[in-house]
């Protein structure tokens, strides 16, 4: 696993739907958000603590009103949870 920022995975993710216009309403790639543990109070793992989004975000395509960004727990409790409205900090991404 090749850890990367914030930064370098919405890069890749807005890149590759830039590609492939075709494909960008399709979840193609994924990568992970791993947040930092001092965004709450009660300790979680890693896996706890990493969601899975895809390059089917809005955040991800050029042009569109919406940048929502959506994503799944890695532990399966929390599923299609909207990413934007938290004010977590990721601590790395990295591609799945």
């Known amino acids: 696993m090749k850890k990367v920022t914030i930064s370098e995975l919405y890069g890749a ?3 590759y739907n830039k590609k492939h216009p075709d494909k960008e309403d399709e979840a193609m ?3 992970v958000i791993v947040y930092k543990q001092k965004n709450w109070s ?3 793992t890693v896996k ?3 969601y899975r989004v895809w390059n089917c975000n809005r955040a991800f395509q050029d042009g569109k009103i919406a940048n929502s960004v959506y994503g799944d727990c ?3 409790t ?3 949870v909207r990413l ?3 004010r ?3 601590e790395y991404c990295y591609f799945y």
């Open 13 to 15: 993710m807005n890149e």
């Open 29 to 31: 790639i994924s990568g």
């Open 42 to 44: 009660k300790p979680y």
């Open 48 to 50: 706890q603590r990493s």
């Open 74 to 76: 890695l532990d399966g």
């Open 78 to 80: 929390d599923q299609g």
């Open 84 to 86: 934007d409205w938290y």
């Open 88 to 90: 977590w900090e990721p």
